[in-house]
C-alpha cells in the first residue's frame, strides 16, 4: 500500500537525523544525514531504525559506485552482487540491473519476472546456504511514472499467524533453488562466485521456513515464491497449498510498504526479515538500479 502522509519518530535529537514512518509496521525515511559523511552516532541509530523498520529510505544522496559501497561497509561486508550475474566491470560488489529491453532483464532473471508485472516477490539469494543479510539499493535512473518497490515485513506476518500455525511452522524447513532461473546463466559463464568461492553448479539449500533474526531475537517468515520450491516435511500437495497460503498472507496490504524512488534515492532493507517486488508498470520507460550486498549468516 502506498502511505500518503507519514508520520515522525523520536531519535536522539545530537545526531541531526529526522525519521519518518511510511505506514505502522515497515518502512521510513530518514532525513538530515549524507551517507558520504555519516558517523558513528548516525551509524548507531539507523541500524537501530533499520532493524525496528525492516527498510529505510535516505532521498537525494546521489551516490557514486565507491560511496556506495563505502557507505555499505559501514553496516556489513559486502560480498559478490550476484551469485551467477556479473556485477559492473572492474567491481563486482556493485551490481546494476538496468530494466530496458535491450538489456533483457525479464530473460535473464526467468519466472522471478516479467515486463508486465516487473520482479515477482522474492527475498534475495534465498537458495544459498548464507543468503544475504541486507541490501543496499541505489536508484540511478528513474522512469517519470511507476517503478515503485514494495516491501513486505516477514515479521509482522509471521506475527498475525494463529498460535497453532505459527507452532507448526516453527518444525518445518523448505528447499530454496535459484536453477530454473539462473542455472542457464551459469552454465553460459562457466563459473559463479558467492563470499569469494567459486562454483558450477547451483546446489538446493535448505532453510527454516520461521528463522529467528540474529540481531533482534525476532521469528520471521522465511520462504519467498520468488526460490522457494517445496516443504521438505509435507508431501508436494500439502506443501504446494501452505505455500501458497503463506506467500498471500506474507503480502496482505497492513505488511506492506511501497516506496516511489527519485534518481538518487539510497534505500537499504533487511534481507533476513523482508520481501520485496518491483511493480512493472512503467513500460518500456529506463530504469536503472545498483545494487550492494552484505555477507550474511545460515538461517537458523
Known amino acids: 500500500m502506498t502511505i500518503t502522509e507519514s508520520r515522525p519518530a523520536p531519535v536522539p535529537a545530537d545526531v541531526g537525523l529526522e525519521v519518518r514512518h511510511l505506514s505502522a509496521s515497515i518502512g521510513s525515511t530518514i532525513a538530515g544525514i549524507d551517507l558520504r559523511a555519516i558517523t558513528d552516532e548516525q551509524v548507531a541509530v539507523v541500524r537501530q531504525v533499520w532493524l525496528e523498520r525492516k527498510v529505510v529510505f535516505f532521498p537525494g544522496q546521489d551516490l557514486d559506485p565507491a560511496g556506495h559501497l563505502v557507505f555499505a561497509s559501514r553496516f556489513g561486508e559486502p560480498t559478490e552482487g550476484h551469485p551467477v550475474i556479473p556485477g559492473l ?3 563486482p560488489r556493485v551490481f546494476e540491473i538496468d530494466y530496458t529491453a535491450a538489456n533483457k ?6 519466472g522471478v519476472s516479467d515486463r508486465g508485472r516487473g520482479v515477482h516477490w522474492h527475498t534475495d539469494v534465498t537458495f544459498v546456504a548464507r543468503p ?11 522512469p517519470a511514472s511507476g517503478g515503485d518497490t514494495l516491501f513486505s515485513n516477514q515479521v509482522q506476518a509471521f506475527a498475525s499467524l494463529s498460535p497453532a500455525l505459527q507452532a507448526f511452522l516453527r518444525t518445518l524447513t523448505a528447499v530454496h533453488d ?42 520471521a517468515l522465511f520462504v519467498n515464491p520468488g526460490f522457494t520450491t517445496r516443504i521438505t516435511q509435507l508431501a508436494k500437495d500439502e506443501s504446494d497449498d ?3 497460503f503463506l506467500y498471500a498472507h506474507s503480502v496482505r496490504p497492513e505488511h506492506t510498504v511501497r516506496y516511489h524512488w527519485a534518481a538518487g534515492d539510497v534505500g537499504f532493507w533487511d534481507n533476513r ?3 520485496h517486488a518491483v511493480v512493472g508498470d512503467f513500460g518500456d520507460a529506463h530504469r536503472v538500479i545498483q545494487r550492494v550486498t552484505l555477507r550474511g549468516d545460515e538461517p537458523r
Not at 544475504?132 to 528513474?142: C, E, K, Q
Request: charged share 25%; net charge negative; hydrophobic share 40%.
Open 178 to 219: 535459484g536453477a530454473a532461473q539462473f542455472q542457464g546463466i551459469l552454465d553460459a559463464r562457466g563459473e559463479g562466485r558467492w563470499e569469494d568461492e567459486a562454483f558450477s553448479d547451483l546446489v538446493p539449500a535448505e532453510h527454516p521456513v520461521v528463522r529467528t533474526h540474529p540481531e533482534t531475537g525476532e521469528e
Open 132 to 142: 544475504p543479510l541486507g541490501s543496499i539499493l541505489r536508484a540511478v535512473v528513474v
Open 105 to 110: 532483464l525479464y530473460e535473464t532473471y526467468g
Open 273 to 275: 526479515a523482508t520481501q
Open 89 to 91: 566491470k572492474g567491481e
Open 242 to 244: 501452505l505455500l501458497a
